[in-house]
């Protein structure tokens, strides 16, 4: 049997979780056009598309709309835990884990009425099925790829030489490698931002 929400519980998910997505800032600058922060619902959108248009074109076995799903809910326990940058300090890093567990378990209460939000967090998370790993792995191409269009004046402004800039996304380097195919384009962005130490802090 269909549970079919109220109206005042499709208001609260909207209100409470969904517009409070657009006020969730990343560490991300947008390297096109007006100069600010980009936010988790753009994030998440440009995710989505990437992925869906790049997967059809890698293999005809990965599922478009799982990966659609995947790329919407992939961040969405950063209303609740917020962002934390791969350029967070010590004390940032080491809680994001117990963050991010915290705020998922406020949104299957808070959200009961609707399970596939937290379903479908949960499936990306155990990473079983390609399509979570393709999703995952591009999730770490597509910021790289920003700071590259903008020739990483965020981190000339926080004097971050490149040798620092490799140094801190070593681990980010390895989740890249979640998709065989991801991993090269990953690998091809580095190769080009090395190829420009001039970008950073010298």
């Not at 959108?45 to 059809?56: D, R, V």
Request: contains cysteine; glycine residues 2%.
């Amino acid at each position: 049997m269909i549970n079919k929400p109220t109206h005042p519980q499709v208001q609260h998910l909207i209100k409470t979780l969904i517009l409070p997505f657009y006020h969730v800032k990343r560490d991300s600058p947008l390297p096109i056009g007006e100069r600010r922060f980009e936010n988790d619902a753009e994030h998440s959108w440009s995710l989505a598309l990437l992925a869906c248009a790049l997967a059809p074109q890698i293999s005809k076995a990965l599922n478009v709309g799982k990966i659609c799903q995947f790329a919407i809910v992939h961040d969405l326990v950063e209303v609740f835990a917020d962002d934390t940058s791969n350029f967070a300090g010590p004390q940032g890093l080491d809680s994001k884990d117990e963050r991010e567990k915290q705020a998922l378990q406020k949104i299957e209460i808070d959200y009961a009425h609707f399970p596939w939000i937290v379903a479908t967090i949960h499936e990306y998370e155990r990473k079983e099925q390609e399509e979570a790993r393709f999703v995952y792995a591009l999730d770490k191409y597509l910021p790289v790829y920003f700071d590259y269009l903008d020739q990483s004046r965020l981190f000339r402004e926080r004097k971050l030489t490149l040798a620092e800039y490799n140094k801190i996304l070593e681990s980010h380097r390895k989740k890249a490698q979640s998709h065989p195919v991801v991993a090269e384009y990953y690998e091809e962005l580095r190769v080009l931002i090395d190829q420009h130490p001039e970008y950073f802090h010298q």
